[in-house]
């Protein structure tokens, strides 16, 4: 059973060189899904913008805010860039916290992939949000080349600094090995999912974001 869940999971990420729009009919689930639970929540809710470590989380709510999970499994930086102006304009969250680019890490850096993150980041900032860019959880070697993910890790540093929007940095540090790769414990066989553990440090550390730019910008999220 394990091995079955692994091997699923492991389809949701890696893409293989005949998958072609593979994952476009799943996209288009998630994005009525996304419709549904905006049009439930209204505007003002947090967003988690990302792949399938993202559709993996399952809270509704974090720190008493609403939560619309806009996790896209299999979705590199361009699949999200292609959806963000819809996304954005269904969502209208008060922050959105973009969580993308293992995939893009994986099957190597795709050319443009920087100015796709920055259209992210500008659709979002167009409707109001406040935008987080996290950096990527750690891997694990079945991942692939450690320096295709410093790289996109690199990327995703230079556009928060270009566009000028919170970079969180330093979530991963204590699931993170010296070597760079993760360590034992925090993701499940594949080397790429975060178990149960490594979310909820991620949850931990969205809730702390969340309330410090809350109280910062004087500003209520959708309850």
Same mark, same amino acid.
């Given at each position: 059973?394990?091995?079955? $869940? ?6 949701? *990420?890696? @893409? ?5 729009? =593979? =994952?476009?009919?799943?996209? #288009?689930?998630?994005?009525?899904? *996304? ?16 792949? +399938?470590? !993202? #559709?993996?989380?399952?809270?509704? %709510? ?19 860039? @292609? ?10 969250? %008060? ?34 949000? !406040? ?7 750690? /891997? ?5 080349? $450690? %320096?295709?993910?410093? @790289?996109? &890790?690199?990327?995703? !540093? &230079? *556009?928060?600094? /270009?566009?000028?929007? #919170? $970079?969180? +940095? ?10 760079? =790769? ?31 730019? $809350?109280?910062?910008? &004087?500003? +209520?999220?959708?309850?």
């Amino acid at each position: 059973m394990r091995f079955i $869940l692994s091997a699923v999971l492991l389809l949701l *990420v890696v @893409r293989p060189a005949w998958a072609g729009n =593979y =994952y476009e009919p799943h996209f #288009e689930s998630r994005m009525m899904t *996304v419709a549904v639970n905006a049009w439930t929540v209204g505007p003002g809710a947090i967003v988690l913008l990302g792949d +399938s470590n !993202t #559709e993996m989380m399952r809270p509704t %709510a974090i720190g008493g805010c609403q939560i619309i999970n806009a996790g896209f499994g299999g979705a590199r930086i361009a699949d999200i860039a @292609r959806r963000a102006d819809g996304l954005a304009d269904l969502t209208r969250p %008060a922050i959105v916290h973009i969580m993308i680019g293992t995939n893009d890490a994986m099957d190597g850096v795709q050319q443009g992939a920087v100015d796709s993150l920055a259209g992210i980041v500008d659709a979002f900032q167009k409707r109001g949000a !406040t935008v987080v860019l996290w950096r990527l959880p750690p /891997s694990g070697p079945k991942a692939g080349d $450690l %320096a295709n993910f410093r @790289r996109i &890790n690199d990327l995703i !540093t &230079n *556009v928060a600094k /270009s566009k000028g929007v #919170e $970079l969180e +940095s330093d979530w991963a540090g204590p699931i993170t090995g010296s070597d760079g =790769y993760a360590k034992q414990g925090w993701l499940i066989g594949d080397d790429i999912h975060l178990t149960p553990n490594g979310q909820a440090a991620r949850v931990a550390r969205i809730a702390a974001l969340d309330s410090s730019i $809350l109280r910062q910008r &004087n500003v +209520s999220c959708a309850k």
